[in-house]
């Protein structure tokens, strides 16, 4: 599992590869078109990190001829990319400030590929947010300091419109089915 300032977007791209070969501008495009609001990737990043997800044995490249055009490299992801994408979507997001990033986007995968487990992966980030919420409480109640008590109270109420957000996921995954969603 990636540190917290090592967040990456390998496993991003590993998940659209779970769709279908794609070239890099494909990738890119299908990336911004459906990731664009969670997370940005520039082209030059998004080409170094499928030369590392090939060089990881994640990803594998093959070279299409094209009449009069230059050949296009196509990206298709491996077993050992699957079984690492696999293992990637079904971890909680541990950071509260990598929900945003890594939370929407194993969000959006686990929908898009319509694979099951979806319900208890929101359970277990919740339940890895729960204790957190209850000691953040108990620090606001327990500071006299007047700016630590606010900070605290910032952070708790982040941590619980998470919780509270998590909370309407599970409900409308509940009575939805999994979202149609144009594909390429």
Known sequence: MPRESEITPRSVL???????????????????????????????????????????????????????????????????GRETFLNWLHQPTMHVRHIRLEFLARLYFFRRLALPGLEQFVTNQKEILQPRTETLSRAVSETNDDYRKLVLEFRLSQMEAIVHWLDRCLERDRHTLPFSHNTR
């Open 14 to 80: 590993l998940g659209f590869l779970m769709l279908g070969p794609q070239h890099p501008y494909e990738l890119h495009q299908e990336f911004e078109r459906e990731l664009g609001q969670v997370w940005r990737i520039g082209r030059s990043k998004l080409y170094a990190q499928l030369k590392l997800l090939e060089q990881a044995g994640l990803a594998t490249v093959q070279v299409d001829s094209q009449s009069n055009r230059p050949p296009r490299n196509v990206y298709h992801i491996t077993r050992a």
